[in-house]
Antibody, heavy 123, light 108 residues
Framework: EVQLVESGGGLVQPGRSLRLSCAAS????????MHWVRQAPGKGLEWVSG????????GYAESVKGRFTISRDNAKNSLYLQMNSLRAEDTALYYC????????????????WGQGTQVTVSS | DIQMTQSPSSLSASVGDRVTITCRAS??????LNWYQQKPGKAPKLLIY???SLQSGVPSRFSGSGSGTDFTLTISSLQPEDFATYYC??????????FGGGTKVEIK
């Protein structure tokens, strides 16, 4: 059974940093691209970032480019999101998500999602 | 960036109704279009990928069609468990994905 368990969320002041982690199990982690998707309270889904199986292909939403960094450790079956210079508008539930395929490309399709970790940016 | 516009943003329907949700891309995305269902307090679930391929385990009353800029998700006979919010997502603008704004399907 595929399991994606996020951690690292919390309440943080504007301008500070936070690192999210996602522990994956139940599938061959290094065969799949991975993503972070967020959802602000009462709002729709927003793709944040994606990373291919090899980490060679990485993408970011314009809203987080230059502030967030996605990474993965295939030996630990883990995905990360380093979030710097946080803003109030980054407040959301952050989902770790598995791609059906190995690369972040035209076929990118999210077939499993975690339950999310809440990030609240407020003074 | 490619923008994805869903319509309607919400609809009311009865059990047994045929429901159609539309997703329009701001430029051609071939068939790189997926559909997800999200119920309150839950993570989204993949329904349709590559515009018209049904994800394993998804009931056959769900179907998708379209290519280029215009896509539809159809529920042939709405069931009580189908009341949820539906999102389209494009992957043409790799390595950047975009979701539509969502369509909430409510009980009439």
């Amino acid at each position: 059974e595929v399991q994606l368990v996020e951690s690292g969320g919390g309440l943080v002041q504007p301008g500070r940093s936070l690192r999210l982690s996602c522990a994956a199990s139940g599938f061959t982690f290094d065969d799949h691209a991975m993503h972070w998707v967020r959802q602000a309270p009462g709002k729709g889904l927003e793709w944040v970032s994606g990373i291919s199986w090899s980490s060679r292909s990485i993408g970011y939403a314009e809203s987080v480019k230059g502030r967030f960094t996605i990474s993965r450790d295939n030996a630990k079956n883990s995905l990360y999101l380093q979030m710097n210079s946080l803003r109030a508008e980054d407040t959301a539930l952050y989902y770790c998500a598995k791609d059906l395929f190995a690369v972040v490309g035209t076929t990118s399709t999210i077939d499993y999602w975690g339950q999310g970790t809440q990030v609240t940016v407020s003074s | 960036d490619i923008q994805m516009t869903q319509s309607p943003s919400s609809l009311s329907a009865s059990v047994g109704d045929r429901v159609t949700i539309t997703c329009r891309a701001s430029q051609s995305i071939s068939n790189y279009l997926n559909w997800y269902q999200q119920k309150p307090g839950k993570a989204p679930k993949l329904l349709i990928y590559a515009s018209s391929s049904l994800q394993s385990g998804v009931p056959s009353r769900f179907s998708g069609s379209g290519s280029g800029t215009d896509f539809t998700l159809t529920i042939s006979s709405l069931q009580p468990e189908d009341f949820a919010t539906y999102y389209c997502q494009q992957s043409h603008s790799t390595p950047r994905l975009t979701f539509g704004g969502g369509t909430k399907v409510e009980i009439k």
